[in-house]
């Protein structure tokens, strides 16, 4: 035997023994969803969703199954199954004439919904889904409440006092925003008045100003026209004041 046949037996040995070591792959688990909760009203229907998520192909084989567990009681009992591309409505309990089949296993969806909701549907809905050879897998649950009429939640009620609270703060905030704005155009305004006024004051002085520039030539020739008159009256009584003189 030559070398390189001894080389690649002893490697092909060495990868056996590494997989044995390893052992068989494992079998990848399938995946199922549910909400964890549903309400409905009395006489009114509500829709049990499930998903699910496998690594195979969806095969003929797939099965789903639904099982429901009254409020109070540990017994479980099957009310849907699905094989064979059929659905099955089990007889047994009060769902045979309320279920209806609204999954579609190709589309990855097995829900089922409930008509005509009493009370006693009150509990818990348990989906199962197995895809073969993909059978390793945890099924989920989904609690139902039925009520005379559905709660508010306490998220609506948190989100409608934030709203409101924000909507209240959003107020206040044009609401300063209008009397800033009312305040401005109102010393602008202001500002406006003293500027006309302070003009008209500045117009009148100017006015004023220029009445008494014209009045003072005239009051000058005025007493430059008595001057000239008392003057002229001493020319003319100067004689008669020389003659007495003379006696």
Known sequence: MSQGARGSGNLLLLLTGLLAALGPS??????????????????????????????????????????FQAEGSRDSISIFHYAKGQPYIDDVGSFKERMEWVG??????????IHN??????GTFTCDVKNPPDIVGKSSQVTLYVFEKVPTRYGVVLG??????????????ALVYLIRYCWLRRQVALQ??????????LQRSVKDASKRSRQAPVLYAMLDRGTKAASEKKAKGAPGESRKDKK
């Open 117 to 122: 909701l009493d009370y006693t549907d009150n």
């Open 26 to 67: 494992p079998t990848s688990s399938i995946h199922v969803y549910t909400p964890r909760e549903v309400h409905g009203t009395v006489g009114s229907h509500v829709t049990l969703s499930c998903s699910f998520w496998s690594s195979e192909w969806i095969s003929e084989d797939i099965s789903i199954t639904w099982h």
């Open 160 to 173: 409608s006092i934030i709203g409101g609270a924000l909507l209240l703060v959003a107020l206040v905030v």
């Open 192 to 201: 406006r008045r003293l500027s006309a006024m302070e003009k008209g004051k």
């Open 104 to 113: 579609n296993p190709h589309r990855k969806d097995g829900s089922i919904v």
